[in-house]
């Protein structure tokens, strides 16, 4: 997972953080000179965060998987740098038993650095194949 800790949930929404390190593999070819993470990995890291705090909240059965399938309204704000900790604000917008729809911000320290919408799908492993 791109989340390295949930701060704090509830049927809302949620806080997520994450840092990323020089260690992580998108780096190597985005960009070797100047490394700065990929916009879609700051898409899923948000998407991550909400599916992480609804899955730990039991809001589905033990074993979903949430399957992007919509994103919308995404603005990329500003870059996000190797040691960077992103702060990922998370709002449920809706929740049902087969999707999620969700909005979220991403922020280094008071900066915003990426926005967006999107609707995962809610499944399980065994549907999936």
């Known amino acids: 997972l791109f989340v390295d800790s949930i701060e704090s949930f509830d049927e809302n929404g949620c806080v997520c953080t994450r840092t990323f ?14 490394p700065v993470v990929p916009g879609v990995i700051l898409i899923e890291t948000m998407a991550q965060g909400g599916g992480a705090a609804l899955s730990y909240q039991h809001k589905f059965g ?10 919308d309204k995404v603005k990329f704000r500003h870059q996000v740098r190797p040691g960077d900790t992103v702060r990922m604000e998370v709002t449920n917008l809706r929740v049902s038993a087969s999707m999620v729809k969700q909005s979220g911000k991403a922020f280094v320290g008071d900066t ?4 967006a919408e999107w609707m995962c799908l809610v499944g399980s492993a065994d549907k999936a194949k």
């Open 112 to 115: 915003l650095c990426a926005e």
């Open 21 to 34: 390190t020089e260690e992580d593999f998108f780096f190597k070819g985005h960009f070797p000179e100047y």
């Open 62 to 71: 033990e074993g979903s998987l949430f399957f992007l399938a919509t994103v």
